[in-house]
Nanobody, 115 residues
Framework: QVQLVESGGGLVQPGGSLRLSCAAS????????MGWYRQAPGKQRELVAS???????YYADSVKGRFTISRDSAKNTVWMQMNSLKAEDTAVYYC?????????WGKGTLVTVSS
């Protein structure tokens, strides 16, 4: 089993920044993908960014150039730096761990972007 714990969410003004953190524990395989999804009220959960164990990254078009995902495989931790935040970034952000068809999810951390 894999456990994921997110932190770093909060209230921020438009144009501000936040840094999300996700710590993974349990049965972690060295080859995996970790990422961040988000879900706004009444909307589908969407992939925001992901990073492979080899360092390859993916970003949704809506956040490209503003968000940066990184990881420390030795500590099984993934971060996402979010800059130039917009109101439409408001959502619950979930950490995700994927390996060989298995998905694990954190409980989520709320990010609210509002003036």
């Amino acid at each position: 089993q894999v456990q994921l714990v997110e932190s770093g969410g909060g209230l921020v003004q438009p144009g501000g920044s936040l840094r999300l953190s996700c710590a993974a524990s349990g049965s972690i395989f060295s080859i995996n993908v970790m990422g961040w999804y988000r879900q706004a009220p009444g909307k589908q959960r969407e992939l925001v960014a992901s990073i492979t164990s080899g360092g390859g990254t993916y970003y949704a078009d809506s956040v490209k150039g503003r968000f940066t995902i990184s990881r420390d495989s030795a500590k099984n931790t993934v971060w996402m730096q979010m800059n130039s935040l917009k109101a439409e970034d408001t959502a619950v952000y979930y950490c995700n761990y994927y390996h060989h068809g298995m998905d694990y999810w954190g409980k989520g951390t709320l990010v609210t972007v509002s003036s």
